[in-house]
């Protein structure tokens, strides 16, 4: 299994604070991913990054920001919670060879609950 | 924009039957990706297709691709309830990006 961990596993806060999961790898990938799973939508893509401080956007990033400062570490900040991100969080890696055919590799996922 | 669609959403089926998923999508693309995923678990890959008439089988899964069709096929043969799971199928915005849209997944279920 690609060597991915998510931290928090769970978390349970309250709408308006500030929430960060992190990412981390040791694969040494270039691309890592974040994504989140709701019952009905199947996986959607927030932002992912091509490299150290490089970053995009994905089709739902509105209320979220990241940040990679090390090739190993993605972090996913939500800057005031709101009860709409209540959501299972995945984060994924994969290496690219120049044509984007590399699979993307899961995290084991961050549920996060917004009261 | 490119658009993924499963069908069916929710199969249940018997043991020793045969079935095929569907993914059809949008627009254009060089690579689809078939995942598993278990209750409360995160996502397996299980096959890479990159090329119009690409077949790839593992076990009692065989997955095809379609280009032309923009058609994606994950048949399963004489099933058994361990391959009770949720079936996801991503493909690849074109344009060299690495972005991945899915689909929204189809929960099999294997009654003995």
């Not at chain 1, 928090?8 to 040494?28: D, F, I, Y």
């Not at chain 1, 939508?41 to 940040?67: A, C």
């Not at chain 2, 994950?74 to 009770?84: C, E, M, Q, Y």
């Given at each position: 299994?690609?060597?991915?961990?998510?931290?928090?596993?769970?978390?349970?806060?309250?709408t308006?604070?500030?929430?960060?999961?992190?990412c981390?790898?040791?694969?040494?990938?270039?691309?890592?991913?974040?994504?989140?799973?709701?019952?009905?939508?199947?996986?959607?893509?927030?932002?992912?990054?091509?490299?150290?401080?490089?970053t995009d956007?994905g089709?739902?990033?509105?209320?979220?920001?990241?940040s990679r400062?090390?090739?190993?570490?993605?972090?996913?900040t939500l800057?005031?919670?709101?009860?709409?991100?209540?959501?299972?969080?995945f984060?994924?890696?994969?290496?690219?060879?120049?044509?984007?055919?590399?699979?993307?590799?899961?995290?084991?996922g961050?549920?996060?609950?917004?009261? | 924009?490119?658009?993924?669609?499963?069908?069916?959403?929710?199969?249940?089926?018997?043991?020793?039957?045969n079935?095929?998923?569907?993914?059809?999508?949008?627009?254009?693309?060089?690579?689809?990706?078939?995942?598993?995923?278990d209750?409360?678990?995160?996502?397996?890959?299980?096959?890479?297709?990159?090329?119009?008439?690409?077949?790839?089988?593992?076990?009692?899964l065989?997955?095809?691709?379609?280009?032309?069709?923009?058609?994606?096929?994950?048949?399963?043969?004489?099933?058994?309830?361990?391959?009770s799971?949720?079936?996801?199928?991503?493909?690849g915005?074109?344009?060299?990006?690495?972005?991945?849209?899915f689909?929204?997944?189809?929960?099999?279920?294997v009654?003995?």
């Amino acid at each position: 299994d690609a060597g991915i961990t998510q931290s928090p596993r769970h978390k349970v806060t309250e709408t308006g604070t500030p929430v960060t999961l992190r990412c981390h790898q040791t694969e040494n990938h270039r691309y890592m991913y974040w994504y989140r799973q709701d019952p009905g939508h199947g996986l959607r893509l927030i932002h992912y990054s091509y490299g150290v401080k490089d970053t995009d956007k994905g089709e739902v990033s509105d209320g979220y920001s990241v940040s990679r400062s090390k090739t190993e570490d993605f972090l996913l900040t939500l800057e005031s919670a709101t009860s709409s991100q209540t959501s299972v969080y995945f984060c994924a890696i994969s290496e690219s060879r120049g044509r984007g055919t590399d699979t993307q590799y899961f995290g084991p996922g961050t549920r996060l609950t917004v009261l | 924009e490119l658009k993924v669609e499963q069908n069916p959403l929710f199969l249940s089926m018997q043991e020793g039957k045969n079935y095929t998923i569907y993914c059809n999508y949008s627009t254009t693309s060089d690579r689809l990706y078939w995942y598993r995923q278990d209750p409360g678990k995160s996502l397996e890959s299980l096959f890479v297709l990159l090329s119009n008439g690409a077949v790839k089988q593992e076990g009692r899964l065989m997955a095809s691709l379609d280009t032309k069709a923009r058609l994606s096929t994950l048949h399963i043969t004489a099933a058994v309830h361990d391959l009770s799971a949720t079936y996801f199928c991503a493909v690849g915005a074109q344009g060299g990006s690495e972005k991945l849209v899915f689909g929204k997944g189809t929960k099999l279920t294997v009654n003995p």
